[in-house]
């Protein structure tokens, strides 16, 4: 007869293995779902990236009578999308299975690209066939919410950073490609810190309307100070961008050490910093003033295309150079192309610090709730941060140059400095704050 204390042992010990087995499965599932969140995010990335490099160009090129001020709003109608999609797609998700909303987001998507790939074939009023693409491609965006409320919720704490860097770091690899689950368990009685969820909103509306003046303001930029054309511009700006984009997944790499020595807070604090230097380099000084596009414009001749001049596809001399209907072209000093590139290698380190840290910093202060919908406010945040930051820079770029421009957004990364150092002790994780984990 068997020995009952043998066979309760062996009971325990296949009790065990099946346990673990099951573990491993769903630690393997969980990851691979994960994986397929990254995935999602590199795809997105790299469809904007495409875009947007090319879109002035594009813009004038479909429809002459488009200025610099449209631009803007093209650049916002994406932003503007994704704003109110984000919201609707985070409760969509929070009440039924995620793949419904992404499944529909991508579709979206897919759909906005087709008819802003053909928005050129409509006889008239073909700048406004591309503004709403452009809207219609923002809604499809708006499964970002989505994705970062999956990974924030299928993520322990101590995962969560490494996840949310790597998410960050599939967005930067599509941008060059384009040009422990117990520390949250019976937790949820307790509340959130409302003043943290409200400062973190504030301060990713940054960061992100930071991004958006960024990458808006590029392209007329470089064409306005560097006299270059519209091949050159796209040609140029892209590279700028794809190294932007290598720059930053080494960013984050260092994030993620950086983190684990110093905290997210400082991290975060350190990428305003790098911000706001980016932008004080980037301000006009000198006595070197950009060319003025009138030059090209009175000798638009058969001299002028023997001396070199550049010709656009119709044979015609592209006028290249500050538009002489901008004013302060005539006063305002130029920005040298060291200063740019030197700014855009501080931008490219101080963004992506901030993206990641403004966001994984939310996702730890929410704790174990449901982040559906407050991950879709985070997104409706820097959605609006996007659709008002394109519209703005283009206004006041067009109407009082880049000293005015720039100067303002240096304001705004102060602003966001000093918020964060008044709300520093309340931007703390959801299990801190509740002493389930000494920080």
């Known amino acids: 007869m068997q020995n009952p204390l043998k066979q309760s042992t062996g009971i325990r010990e296949r009790t065990g293995q099946r346990c673990l087995r099951s573990h491993d499965g769903d630690y393997r599932s969980r990851w691979r779902s994960i994986r397929v969140m990254y995935f999602t995010m590199f795809l997105s990335s790299v469809g904007f990236t495409i875009v947007i490099t090319s879109l002035w160009p594009y813009l004038e090129k479909v429809d002459s009578s488009a ?47 087709v008819y802003y790939a053909y928005a050129y074939l409509p006889p008239t009023n073909n700048k406004y066939h591309m503004l709403m693409s452009r809207a219609f491609v923002g809604f499809g965006a708006g499964n970002v919410a989505v994705v970062r409320s999956y990974v924030a919720g299928a993520t322990s704490l101590k995962e969560r950073t490494g996840a949310m860097a790597n998410m960050s770091a599939c967005q930067a690899l599509g941008f060059i490609l384009g040009p422990d689950t117990a520390d949250l368990l019976d937790e949820t009685e307790e509340s959130i810190d409302q003043l943290a969820v409200v400062t973190s909103n504030v301060l990713f509306f940054i960061v992100m ?47 993620k050490l ?11 604090l350190a990428g305003f910093a790098i911000i706001f230097c980016g932008f004080i ?9 950009p060319k003025i596009q009138w030059a090209d ?10 001396s070199g001049a550049p010709l656009a596809a119709n044979g015609i001399v592209e006028p290249t150079g500050c538009p002489y209907e901008q004013t302060w072209c005539q006063y305002t000093p130029a920005i040298y192309l060291a200063q740019y590139i030197s700014s855009d290698i501080l931008i490219g380190v101080g963004y992506p610090a901030c993206n990641v840290m ?82």
């Open 209 to 255: 309307f930071i991004f958006a003046v960024f990458e808006t303001i590029a392209t007329p930029l470089s064409m306005d100070m560097f006299a270059w054309t519209r091949k050159e511009a796209v040609l140029y700006n892209g590279i700028i961008m794809c190294a932007i984009g290598f720059e930053s997944i080494l960013v984050f790499l260092v994030v």
């Open 358 to 439: 403004s966001y994984t910093l939310y996702s730890k202060i929410l704790g174990p709730k449901p982040q559906g919908v407050y991950m879709g406010w985070l997104t409706t945040s820097g959605s609006g941060a996007r659709t008002l930051g394109p519209v703005f820079v283009s206004h006041v770029y067009t109407l009082l140059g880049p000293r005015w421009a720039f100067s303002l957004i240096c304001g705004m990364v102060v602003g966001a400095i000093v918020l964060l150092g008044s709300t520093y002790r309340r931007l703390v994780a959801f299990s801190v704050r509740h002493g389930r984990i000494v920080e």
């Open 297 to 306: 414009l009175r000798n638009n001749s058969l001299v002028s295309r023997t």
């Open 258 to 268: 950086a983190c684990r020595r110093y905290g997210d807070r400082p991290v975060l």
């Open 67 to 113: 200025d610099a001020s449209f631009l803007g709003w093209m650049v916002a109608a994406y932003s503007l999308g994704q704003m109110v999609a984000s919201p609707l797609f985070g409760f969509w998700s929070n009440h039924r299975p995620r793949r419904e909303p992404l499944v529909c987001s991508i579709f979206i998507n897919l759909l906005a690209n």
């Open 281 to 289: 380099i980037l301000l006009p000084w000198g006595n070197h003033f």
